[in-house]
């Protein structure tokens, strides 16, 4: 577990780098975007899918009940929730899961809370599936993003049905505790508005935060929530297409199967099946290394920052490897940050106005990267600041 180690992605077919040109108009970036790590994942996972190379056949594949074992276990030990495994599906990716409940489990119109800056995903898969997108912005609190109660309710009483929920939440990196999920969730309840949960980052936690999965909360909020989370963001797997649902009720999980198996997409990758039972099974050691490595990066990005470039302020995520860059004090809009950010500092980051246009200020930045890809981006973040400080003078 060396995560200084710089691992050429150049032969990985690595979005991440491979598509800097489409994205960004030049490919010399230093790429801290699309939110996967450049760091190897844990041995056990990528011996098992050598064993399973090994074997040379590579016929249909059938899900064993040991895969969802695995991801039972994972939960109750880390999470406090053990949900029963006849209630799960494996999927594709979680942003697919999302698109596929609303569009099987909403009708058409029905009012989606958000709550906004968020996953840029999550306004596409509403709104490119004719539903109504309501907008619950999250509050600043000195500087700490808070729900706002007041409003969702409001929403709540306005005919909204749903509520996508981000947990841990990307891009403002919280981890939102269990009085505040308990609050949210009454109000789901007292409206009748169901809950669909992101959970993909509930395992990247940072000491002194500690993830509630929604559903575990109560059984009443069991019951109307679904849940979608994965291994892809813990172990970095987002290649290998494996993410987990699980529904509160029989019905609804046979009903989500039988879309799956009109599509035809029940049987994928003998890949993702040993890998993700090998990730929840012998994979703890490396997330605790690597969680530890990020929060050391989370460090040095803040120091850094405060000592090369006061004008740039970084969040210090509570979860998820995503830092917010506050960039206000630049004195830039929107479309000049991003090129200052791609022409003169050459890093390619998320773009804050991605997620709301109250972040056209912001950017977001990919921690989980050996340090001294930081060290490197982050002096020429410094430089070209300097720049721009020295001609404003
Ligand atoms: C909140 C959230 N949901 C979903 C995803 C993507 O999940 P998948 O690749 O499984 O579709 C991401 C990736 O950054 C994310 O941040």
């Given amino acids: ?22 994205k960004f108009g030049r490919s010399d970036l230093i790429p801290l975007w699309i939110a ?20 040379g056949i590579f016929g249909y594949t059938s899900r064993p009940d040991s895969y969802y074992e695995a991801v039972c276990d994972w939960l109750e030990k880390y999470h406090g ?3 029963e495994k006849q209630l799960m599906l494996h999927n594709l990716g979680v942003v697919v899961s999302l698109s596929m409940l609303i569009q099987n489990f909403t009708q058409p119109g029905d009012k989606i809370i958000i709550q906004t800056p968020v996953y840029y995903p999550f306004f596409d898969v509403i709104k490119n599936n004719d539903r109504s997108l309501v907008e619950n912005p999250l509050k600043q609190v000195n500087g700490h993003y808070e729900m706002d109660y007041a409003d969702f309710e409001q929403q709540a009483q306005n005919g909204a049905k749903w509520f996508l929920l981000c947990s841990p939440h990307n891009p403002v990196g919280r981890v939102w505790t269990r009085e505040e999920l308990q609050r949210i969730g009454e109000i789901c309840l007292k ?13 990247i936690v940072f000491p002194g935060h500690k993830h509630v999965p929604i559903a575990s909360i109560s059984p009443l909020l069991s019951r109307i929530t679904i849940t979608c989370l994965a291994p892809s963001k813990t172990f970095n797997l987002a290649g290998l297409q494996a993410s987990i649902i699980i529904f509160p009720t029989k019905e609804e999980r046979d009903k989500f199967d039988d879309i799956l198996g009109v599509l035809d997409i029940k049987r994928n990758s003998c890949f993702n099946l040993v890998a993700v039972e090998a990730a929840y099974r012998q994979g703890r050691a490396w997330l605790e290394n690597v969680l530890k490595y990020i929060e050391g990066n989370f460090k040095y990005i803040n120091d850094y920052c405060k000592n090369n470039i006061p004008a740039i302020k970084p969040n210090y995520p509570e979860g998820t490897y995503l830092v917010l860059l506050d960039c206000r004090q ?11 950010m791609v ?11 991605w997620f709301s246009n109250t972040l056209e200020q ?16 982050l002096q020429q973040i410094a430089e070209a600041v300097h720049t721009l400080q020295t001609e404003n003078i």
């Fill in 362 to 377: 912001y950017m977001r930045l990919n921690a989980a990267c050996p340090r001294h890809t930081l060290q490197k981006a």
């Fill in 343 to 353: 022409n003169k500092a050459r890093v390619a980051l998320d773009d804050g106005f």
């Fill in 330 to 340: 630049l004195g830039l809009d929107q479309k000049q940050l991003h090129d200052f």
């Fill in 36 to 55: 996967d790590m450049d760091f190897r994942t844990a041995e056990p996972i990528i011996e098992a899918i050598k064993q399973r190379a090994d074997q």
């Fill in 1 to 22: 577990m060396n995560f200084d180690e710089i691992i050429d992605r150049k032969n990985n077919f690595a979005a991440k780098y491979d598509e800097l040109k489409q």
């Fill in 81 to 83: 929730w053990r949900p």
């Fill in 191 to 203: 409206y009748k508005v169901r809950i669909i949960a992101d959970e993909i980052h509930a395992d």
